[in-house]
């Protein structure tokens, strides 16, 4: 082992000195003096060569062997780029209009240096992704490790802690080889002695001990609150056994594979001490269900769980995100437990592992399946935190300085962390161009045919190396969009934290959440008045075209600039409109229907087809439908008949109760009679990785620059349309009810007043 830890430490210093060696002759190369003719050949020449790579990686399939030269090749021209623009922009572009214009021409450049160095970051994490398989594990059940499923809880229902208990206990493990555990914060002896929720704090503790009771659970609560979820599950692991801690999110349902797939890596590497899989959500987040771009666009979240994880793992600095994780209990004890110093304690107890000389595995494959805040406000809640926490780490245990990590970690770490800073480089970019086209002020001194030469080389190798790595995952304008979203709210808490990286407390994420209501967010405010800023622009702009001919070699890219601004605002104030949403249970569409045998009170007896299904109920189509098939009466007790999805061969029967009869499809909800039923439906729901991998796969898929930017500009188009619609119905029904109580309630009054007996023999008629 010590002569493998050698020749790949041997090999990692050869690898990081040849980069940072071919990194300082690009940033020479690029820093030489060239004519401008021969600086719009070299880049005309070097963004065709990317264009190249990217349609010969397509036609490859992006394939090993031969997408790695492909990538490191694409990366270095892109790096030549990158420098090759900033040098331009120094020496040309900033400056000599006065001093506010160099003030703002330094702060939109501080932006864009941040921009770069973050895309610099990337390259580095993306040299060497590490794409593993599950290990396997021995056929003698009695080598497999024991393991302790733990499920730290704070507020959420018993309900949804049910069904991730239930999939818990439905793992393919050998039973006597793991244990689930419950680790209950909401009921803790300070919450049940404080007089303002004693009550709800004891019946939540009760209910929870009946659950864990019933299922076979084994509970834990703890005398405080301290350190929120890193304080619980530490309260806990010393009283575990196991030589394994898998944690789960109370909303993280894993798959009955999970521990298959994952223990082996442990057993391969004594040194080992995290396997982290993937986060994959049953529902969509607030942005997706309220632009309404949940079916047709590849998930959020998996630019950072599919591309960045992989290529942080290749540096042997994948890091533990709090959930669907496998730990090793022993190096968890040696340092302590979960780290508690800051508010992301999954990344901080990752990195102080990395600095002991531990291993960390990321396996990227689908095993469990969550659920994501629902409304805008919390959405926005849980980003902040996570990036409060990445600079509290920044500052209280820097990677650059912290004893241990290896250089190609503390970079890879500092990528991760250095995100973060987002919202002030987009608020910088945002409001840039207003500058110019409210006010005159000269942000950016170059004319079209300099910009031409310089500036679209290097965006566009940006977007090029971005489609080549992650283009399947992550199309154009998506992240702007998100991140917009943030940027108002996350600026201010993220410069607070900058101020005071001491006073912040974790707070738990709301899932499960009913909207019973469309309604505007709170936020919306701040990004109408990004709105305004942008149009208002665009108006000042288009006079500025006519009114002042020798700006428009300036106005020609602000102008395009501010255009994709406004699309970008303007998504970000159509996500403001929260959607109704009742239903609690999300469904999934099974890759393939599942056949079922339906049984009415009244002998008929069919075959039908589950087309959606939830924990909750599922919608089916008759199979071979006939003229004499009669509709269901609301209301009306079925009985369900299907195969075991845990049992093969075996066949279970679910009642059922119906709740809608609409052009042959039938909406049902289930009247479980015991717990063995609905721990099917659990498994028949979230238990089958393929089928995960199967519906994931599905939004997966590249689309042309072109069709990006006018698929955003169209969410855009109809997310602000709606919004502008409601906005205005609901000042309408404002107006509506100010009128009625400014003139009819009065009148009503005064009828009343002089007709009392009339009105009162009219009531008693009625009555």
């Not at 000195?17 to 002759?25: F, K, N, P, Q």
């Not at 070097?46 to 062997?65: D, N, Q, S, T």
């Not at 309260?235 to 994952?262: Q, Y």
């Not at 986060?279 to 987040?285: A, L, Q």
Request: aromatic share 10%; with cysteine.
């Amino acid at each position: 082992m010590s002569i493998r830890k050698t020749i790949n430490s041997i090999i990692t210093t050869m690898v990081v000195s040849v980069m940072m060696a071919a990194l300082g002759v690009v940033w020479l190369l690029a820093a030489g003096p060239v004519s401008t003719v021969a600086e719009g050949y070299i880049g005309g020449v070097m963004l065709f060569a990317m264009i190249a790579i990217l349609l010969l990686g397509r036609k490859l399939r992006f394939r090993e062997p031969w997408v790695t030269p492909l990538r490191i090749i694409s990366i270095f021209l892109a790096i030549f780029l990158t420098a090759r623009y900033l040098v331009w922009r120094v020496e040309f572009t900033i400056g000599g209009y006065g001093i506010v214009s160099l003030i703002a021409g330094l702060t939109l450049f501080a932006a864009e240096i941040y921009s770069a160095g973050f895309a610099l970051l990337g390259y580095f994490v993306n040299v060497n992704p590490r794409r593993r398989t599950p290990a396997p594990l021995p056929s003698d059940v009695t080598l497999f490790p024991s393991v302790d499923i733990v499920v730290p809880s704070y507020n959420e229902p018993a309900e949804l802690l049910e069904v991730t208990l239930l999939g818990a206990l439905n793992i393919g493990y050998p039973k006597g080889k793991f244990q689930v555990h419950l680790l209950d914060d909401g009921g803790t002896d300070d919450r049940c002695n404080k007089p303002k929720i004693a009550e709800q704090s004891l019946a939540r503790r009760h209910a929870l001990q009946q659950l864990c009771q019933k299922l076979g659970v084994t509970y834990h609560t703890r005398v405080h609150n301290d350190h929120a979820k890193a304080g619980n599950i530490n309260a806990a692991l010393r009283s575990l056994s196991g030589e394994l801690m898998v944690i789960l999110d109370a909303d993280h349902v894993p798959t009955k594979d999970f521990l298959n797939k994952t223990v082996g890596f442990f057993l391969q590497d004594d040194k080992c001490f995290l396997v982290q899989t993937p986060h994959s959500f049953i529902n969509p987040d607030p942005i997706e269900k309220n632009l309404g771009t949940f079916n047709d666009s590849p998930p959020e979240t998996e630019l950072f769980h599919n591309v960045i994880q992989t290529g942080l793992d290749g540096w042997n600095a994948s890091f533990f995100c709090g959930s669907a994780a496998v730990m090793r209990r022993s190096m968890l004890l040696e340092v302590g437990g979960i780290q508690g110093d800051t508010i992301t304690e999954d990344a901080e107890t990752a990195m102080i592992l990395h600095a002991k000389g531990y291993h960390s595995v990321f396996l990227n494959e689908s095993l469990s399946i969550g659920l994501q805040p629902e409304t805008v406000m919390s959405f926005i809640a849980q980003r902040v935190r996570w990036a409060q926490g990445a600079l509290q780490l920044l500052y209280f245990k820097n990677p650059l300085t912290l004893p241990g990590l290896r250089l190609t970690q503390r970079i890879a770490y500092l990528a991760s962390f250095s995100y973060w800073f987002f919202p002030f480089s987009r608020m910088v970019t945002i409001l840039a161009p207003s500058m110019f086209l409210l006010f005159g002020i000269m942000v950016y001194d170059a004319t079209t045919e300099q910009y031409a030469i310089y500036g679209v080389p290097y965006f566009l190798s940006t977007m090029i190396f971005a489609d080549f790595i992650f283009g399947k995952i992550r199309w154009p304008l998506i992240s702007d969009v998100y991140e917009m979203v943030q940027t108002p709210l996350a600026a201010p808490a993220l410069a607070a934290t900058i101020l005071r990286p001491g006073k912040l407390t974790f707070r738990v994420t709301p899932k499960g959440e009913q909207l019973d209501r469309d309604f505007i967010a709170p936020t919306a405010w701040a990004q109408y008045l990004l709105l305004l800023i942008v149009f208002v622009s665009l108006i000042a702009g288009g006079w500025r075209w006519l009114d002042h001919p020798g700006e428009r070699p300036q106005l020609v890219f602000t102008m395009m600039w501010e255009v994709i601004n406004f699309m970008i605002v303007a998504a970000a104030v159509g996500v403001t409109l929260e959607r109704k949403q009742r239903r609690e249970e999300f469904r999934i569409a099974p890759s393939r229907p599942i056949p079922a045998v339906l049984h009415t009170a009244g002998g008929r007896r069919m075959a039908i087809r589950l087309t959606d299904l939830s924990t909750g109920g599922a919608s089916f189509r008759i199979t071979v439908p006939t003229p004499a098939t009669k509709s269901f009466q609301l209301k009306e007790n079925l009985m369900l008949w299907l195969e075991s999805s845990r049992q093969k061969g075996l066949v279970i029967c679910i009642p059922a109760r119906v709740m809608s009869d609409v052009a042959g499809r039938v909406g049902v909800q289930f009247q479980y009679q015991n717990i063995h039923q609905k721990a099917e439906i659990v498994d028949l729901v979230y238990g089958d990785s393929q089928h995960l991998e199967t519906r994931l796969e599905r939004r997966r898929k590249r689309i042309s620059f072109f069709a990006a930017y006018l698929y955003i500009a169209r969410k855009s188009a109809a997310g602000l349309g709606n919004h502008v619609q409601f906005v205005v119905l609901q000042g309408v029904y404002g107006v509506m009810q100010g009128l009625h109580r400014l003139f009819v309630a009065p009148m009503q009054s005064l009828w009343t007043v002089a007709f009392p007996r009339r009105l009162t023999a009219n009531k008693a008629k009625r009555d």
